[in-house]
Structures are given as C-alpha cells and as structure tokens.
C-alpha cells in the first residue's frame, strides 16, 4: 500500500485545487488498478471538509500565520508554529508518505518541514504569479515546483518548474460544456437577459460589495445579477437588499440576488454568466475554462500585490479589463461594463482570450506528477 499526502488550506483558493488533483488521481488510481491511501493534513477549518467529501482522511495541523505588518498578533504565531511543526513531525512519522503535495496556505509549511525532515519527497504547486511565503520557502527543498502563470517560475530554481495552469475541479470541467441559456434555465433566470456574476473570493469582498449595492438600480435596469457577498456578510446585507426591494418593481425583485457563497452550483453559474466581476486569485483559472469575460478588482493587501500582478497576467490578451480599487468610482464601472455587455464582438473577443489563457488539463497533469513520484 503506497501513501500520498496532501496539505495546504485556508481558503477555497488553497483547497478547491487540492479537491481537484484528488479526484484525478483517484481516477488514475482506479484505472491502473493501484493501491493508494491518501491523507490531508491541514487546518481544522470549514475547508476541510470538501477534502472529506473526498473519502480522504483528514488530520488537523494547527495553522499559524505571520502577517507582513505589525500586529500584537505576530507574537502568538512563532509559538502556534512550534506547536504544529511538533503534531507534523508525530503524525507524519506514524504515516510516513512516498511523497507530499501542497497548496501552500496556513498549516501546510510545519507539514512540508516535517516532510523534508524524513527525507519525504514534495511536490508544490503556486496559484499565483507571485509565490507566497510558503512556496517560497518549501521551494528551496521541493523536488518539482508546479506553477499556474509562467511569470511564477521566474522566482525558483528553473530545472524544478512545470507549467501546469491551476487544478479545476471535475464538476466544473463538466459544466463547462452546458450552454449558457440552458444554465440560466436550470437556475430558473431569464434566458433573454445578461447575467452578471459577482464575487469577491471565498469570503467575500466589502469594497466589491458596497460597489455593486451602490449600483444596484442601474444593473438591473438591463441586467440580472447574482451577487456572492461572504458567508460573514450574508446576514448584514440580506437586510439591506430585503430594505432596498421594498421599493423596487417586481421585475427588478427577480434580477438581482444576494448568496452568501456559491457552492454546489458554481458550474452551472458560470455557465450561465455573461460577465463574471471579483477579485483575482486563482478563481481567474475558472473563468476563463468557461470564457468568460471578465471585471478584475485586485485585492490591494494581497501578499506581494501578487493579485494585482495576477490580474495585468491574465488581462494582457484582452480576457479581462481591470479596475483597481483607487479607481473604482461608479461612473468607471458603469463604463467598462456597458463597454463589454453592449458591444458584442468586444465581448466575443474576450471570449477567445479567455479560452485560450485556460489550462482544463492541469489537475491529471499535477496527479500524473504526484504518481511519477511513487514506486509500485
């Protein structure tokens, strides 16, 4: 019986391509008829759990993180690091896998530690343009470095890098065949009507947020919108859109719609999309499987502006326009957006690019690697 691990978490940027590679190797897997047994070892999150959905086992690393300011905070992290490089190197020891892969994310370094402590080979993978601190430390041991954008590999040693695109998960791969107003039938929109997607990352973003509601009534003058605030957030601004419908007409009561996160049907809703706006982590991948047009808001505290770099990386070939957030005033907004959803061949012109920047093949890619590794 051979073992794989996997680490990383912290967020659905960190754990959906884990997800993704799973799924691939256990197709592999079961073709060649292997016996396999595969473990996470990550942060007892709420994350963690599309890893269990799985039937992979999971093991809690207790997560700690070092942020790139001054905070009273930071003086926890260096003991909470300790604590989880010490649970690493017991569980590991009583695992001892053939080789670990990893997402970065909190809870993955103290796990690599301990892996390149018994001599464990590692396979890493950067989502983004810039790597984060955890890939560039493991990267120094790693024995193949997996990268999403080229630009990354500029940042390790180039004998260890592949470009491989980021890992997307197979219901995705399979809703990106549906047809956009089949989608938005399933969904139970107008088929006749724009669909614009909004999100802002797994948890949601306040500035993304406050944009949208503040140009609300003019969306949904010739829109629909189905907008993703945070799970936090939900609560909060439920109330102000239930407020805000009070004085809508009816039509305009079923255009937009508030979800706290977009889950089980994240396929069928990029399908059915015809402009997706948010932020630019990894979910760039995703929307450009389904080609996609997109309004790119970078986060501006991303760790080494890496989301900004990101979002210039997939914008060049006209994929994307992108709005920092210094520039997001409403008549800006209402500018690019009419710009792609009112000029149809712009919009078909986004859409080549936006297919072309995809890489479907990436997770059978990252779990053909992982097996290479391993000596049956």
Not at 4 to 12: D, E, K, N, R
Not at 33 to 41: S, T
Not at 292 to 319: F, T
Request: glycine share 8%; aromatic share 12%.
């Amino acid at each position: 019986m051979k073992r794989i691990l996997f680490t990383g978490g912290g967020s659905g940027g960190h754990i959906f391509p884990l997800v993704a590679v799973i799924q691939e190797l256990k197709k592999i897997v079961g073709a060649r008829h292997l016996e396999v047994e595969l473990r996470y070892y990550g942060p007892d999150d709420v994350y963690a759990g599309y890893i269990e959905r799985e039937e992979v086992r999971t093991y809690k690393i207790t997560a700690s993180k070092m942020r790139r300011y001054f905070s009273w905070l930071n003086f926890l992290e260096g003991p909470k690091f300790v604590w989880s490089l010490g649970q690493a190197l017991f569980k590991i020891f009583w695992f001892m896998p053939d080789v670990a892969f990893s997402k970065g994310g909190p809870g993955a370094l103290p796990v690599l530690l301990a892996c390149y402590f018994y001599r464990v080979p590692i396979i890493i993978h950067e989502s983004d343009t810039v790597p984060g601190a955890t890939s560039t430390v493991s990267g120094r041991f790693a024995k193949l470095i997996e990268v999403a954008f080229a630009k990354a590999g500029d940042y390790f040693p180039s004998e260890k890098v592949k470009v491989c695109g980021n890992p997307i998960r197979q219901e995705l791969l399979d809703a990106a065949q549906l047809d956009s107003a089949l989608a938005k039938k399933r969904l139970g929109l107008d088929e006749n009507l724009p669909l614009i997607v909004v999100f802002g990352g797994s948890l949601g973003s306040q500035r993304i947020n406050e944009l949208i509601l503040n140009n609300v009534e003019w969306l949904t003058e010739k829109y629909q919108v189905w907008h993703q605030v945070g799970v936090n957030n939900y609560t909060a601004y439920y109330e102000i859109y239930k407020q805000m419908s009070l004085h809508w007409q009816w039509e305009k009561k079923l255009r937009y719609d508030v979800k706290a996160f977009f889950d089980k049907n994240w396929g069928d809703v990029l399908a059915a999309s015809d402009l997706v706006i948010g932020r630019s982590g990894a979910s760039i991948f995703e929307i450009a499987l389904f080609g996609k047009p997109g309004i790119l808001v970078p986060l501006p505290e991303s760790a080494n502006d890496h989301q900004r770099i990101n979002a210039y990386e997939y914008a060049a070939d006209g994929a994307a326009e992108v709005i920092e957030e210094d520039n997001l005033f409403d008549d800006i907004f209402r500018t690019v957006v009419g710009k792609i959803l009112e000029n149809p061949e712009k919009e078909k012109q986004m859409k080549v690019a936006a297919l072309k920047f995809a890489k479907p093949e990436a997770a059978r890619l990252v779990a053909e690697d992982i097996i290479s590794f391993v000596s049956f």
